[in-house]
């Protein structure tokens, strides 16, 4: 067997990397269509103010199941836990460690999600999407948010994430 193929299914790793990239493409589409419907339908302020709510409830949700997954490993559902119960491919949204001012943050240089947003020139309500990620943390753990400190939509040159705590914080609390 090549180094390449999959062992089951008869498929290939590269031929299951590019059915997730679809996937995620599909993703950004659905995610595209639906906001510029409802900004359309119901106009700017409302529209993107329930984006956010379905947005933020969809993140709540994941995070809620990626505690599940770390409990399930036998793990603390701590912030340093948290990548163990990921279920995004990490070949799709490759990230490096970074420490900016003395934080630790997570930076990334690509996003399939948002060359699709480029595309069709919906960055704006494509970047709606983006607020996935402090409601994921804060579903795993409501004392957590992850801060998106830097987003391709919104034109920067990457995206980057920290997490932070999201209120006051004790000298034993990690």
């Given amino acids: 067997m090549r180094e390449h193929e999959a062992d089951t299914e008869g498929g290939s790793t590269e031929e299951a990397l590019e059915g997730a990239r679809n996937m995620a493409r599909r993703l950004a589409l659905l ?3 639906y906001a510029r419907t409802l900004v359309d339908a119901l106009g700017e302020e409302a529209g ?7 947005v933020r409830a969809y993140g709540e949700r994941i995070g809620e199941r990626t505690r599940q997954r770390v409990e399930a490993l036998g793990l603390e559902p701590t912030p340093a836990n948290f990548g163990a119960g990921a279920d995004l ?10 420490e900016v001012e003395g934080e630790v ?5 690509g996003c399939v999600l948002y060359d699709v947003w480029r595309e069709y020139g919906e ?3 494509g970047a709606l999407y983006c607020l996935v990620d402090p409601a994921k943390m804060e579903g795993y753990d409501p004392g957590w948010t992850m801060v998106h400190t830097r987003r391709l939509p919104l034109g920067d040159a990457c995206c980057e994430m920290a997490v ?6 004790g000298a034993d609390t990690p």
């Fill in 31 to 33: 995610h595209m269509a």
């Fill in 48 to 54: 993107r103010a329930l984006i956010e709510r379905a």
């Fill in 123 to 125: 960055e704006e309500l």
């Fill in 89 to 98: 491919p990490r070949a799709l949204f490759p990230a490096e460690t970074v």
């Fill in 105 to 109: 943050r997570s930076r990334s240089q």
């Fill in 164 to 169: 932070r705590p999201t209120g006051p914080r």
